[in-house]
């Protein structure tokens, strides 16, 4: 959840050889938002409030223009976003709870304040129930099996087919099954 380029300026990176944070490199506005996600499970649940005290906070982070406009209005209802924000922001809901069905009804919730679309929802509870599964040691095509009957992901995709023509994707569909896919190909991270 840092903004990374290389050092000639290409963007997005498609390449494993890249300095991980290269002057210039700075917080996203995925990482406030998980922060604030995660200030909300361990205080008063008030994810709406959390994520306005902190993206107001830190106003230049980077958020998209719906929810930019959100942050800042005197409204706090959800805009139907089917956007990758609610899973960007997820992942403290997959370290914090211990059962699959907390795990998903407060993925759910974390995602409706803003993203009340189906696949905004579907994204976050992809993206925190795949938290929980490897943090409970799970191997990799167990979680992979798990997120693709459950959420109807196609996650049998080489890896090395999906890089060369992806372009970056804002929604759910377009890029939870895309990282889910890139983490079963991470070798830093070993099957359990």
Known sequence: MWAIQ??????PVKTTDFELFP?????TDDTVLT????EALLSDGDYAGAYRRYGRAFPNAGYGGSFFRWLFSEDARP????GNGAAMRVSPVGFALDSVDDVLAEAARS??????????????QATALAVLLAR??????????????????????AL??????????VSC???????LIAYNYAWFWPDL
Request: aromatic fraction near 12%; hydrophobic fraction near 30%; glycine fraction near 6%.
């Open 6 to 11: 290389t050092s000639d300026g290409d963007w």
């Open 79 to 82: 805009y139907n976003s089917w």
């Open 136 to 157: 409970s040691k799970e191997s990799k095509a167990s979680i992979r099996s798990e997120i693709q009957d459950r959420f109807d992901y196609d996650l049998t995709r």
């Open 23 to 27: 002057p210039g490199a700075r917080f």
């Open 160 to 169: 090395d087919a999906i890089r060369p023509p992806y372009r970056f994707d």
């Open 111 to 124: 995602a409706a304040v803003t993203h009340n679309h189906p696949e905004g929802i579907k994204g976050a």
């Open 173 to 179: 569909q377009g890029s939870v099954p895309e990282s």
């Open 35 to 38: 922060v604030a996600t995660a």
